[in-house]
């Protein structure tokens, strides 16, 4: 016979801690916290275990909301939208459009994180090296630069950047990392003599860098705040109506390369 605690230990958890009538949240009774915490501080005291606030918290948020939709061209909002359209539930059909995100659509983010410390443990003198040994590693395109549809510039990334400047001015966040954003814009734009600006990946992963975010959360926290268009678009596909639909009109047919 055993006291149970083996039981007890086979989940180990610094996030809840729950018996009847109770609830706490990180060491926070959960009536504390329900009208007096905003949703993206609640979400960063759940995952990252500390509370935040001011300029930091106003910049988590400013990430969050800069990355919720991007349209129905975008791989995720496009699945949540057809899933709908098949007779699942809203949160199946969030799932669809979750479960699209990843290394290529979703996780640029991360990456883009994980070359700012790169470059950062290379120093000012090292940015090329550093560039060129990412490369390759991880191929010709680097995480967070340039972007397909947005041309010249994405619209998120100055304001976004602009929120970090004054959070930085006022001493909530280092300032480091928009700089190293920053030199790696230069670099590119001499390497290929036109400007390669930040995109929304480059300059959500200069917030989540500053903030001191491991690289994995970059991609966590996208997944979040994209939730959220999926939920705008499962929702807006649910009232429009439609049955099975498929990425294109039925009248248009694929290309058959058979014998």
Not at 38 to 48: C, D, S, Y
Not at 139 to 155: I, M, S, T, W
Not at 221 to 233: D, I, N, P, Q
Request: hydrophobic share 45%.
């Amino acid at each position: 016979m055993t006291d149970g605690q083996d039981v007890a230990d086979w989940w180990r958890t610094r996030i809840i801690d729950m018996e009847p009538g109770r609830i706490h949240l990180r060491g926070r009774p959960v009536q504390e916290l329900i009208g007096t915490t905003g949703f993206a501080e609640m979400i960063w005291l759940m995952v990252m275990g500390e509370e935040i606030a001011g300029d930091r918290a106003r910049l988590f948020e400013a990430a969050l909301v800069a990355a919720v939709d991007h349209g129905p061209q975008a791989p995720s909002i496009a699945a949540a939208r057809m899933a709908a359209t098949c007779g699942v539930g809203l949160q199946a059909a969030m799932a669809t459009g979750l479960n699209m995100l990843g290394d290529v659509h979703g996780g640029a983010g991360e990456q883009a994180v994980a070359l700012y410390r790169a470059v950062e443990r290379a120093g000012p003198e090292g940015l090329a090296a550093a560039l060129d040994a990412w490369r390759a590693e991880h191929g010709p395109f680097l995480p967070g630069f340039g972007h397909r549809y947005h041309k010249p510039v994405d619209p998120r990334a100055p304001r976004l950047l602009a929120l970090v400047d004054a959070a930085a001015e006022q001493g909530a966040v280092p300032g480091a990392y928009a700089e190293i954003g920053r030199a790696i814009e230069r670099h590119l734009a001499a390497e290929r003599g036109k400007p390669v600006p930040m995109n929304i990946d480059g300059a959500t992963a200069v917030i989540y860098a500053e903030l001191g975010c491991p690289p994995p959360l970059a991609r966590g926290f996208f997944g979040l705040s994209r939730s959220v268009g999926l939920l705008a678009h499962a929702w807006e596909q649910m009232e429009q109506g439609g049955r099975n639909k498929g990425p294109t009109p039925p009248g248009y047919r694929w290309t058959y390369d058979g014998d």
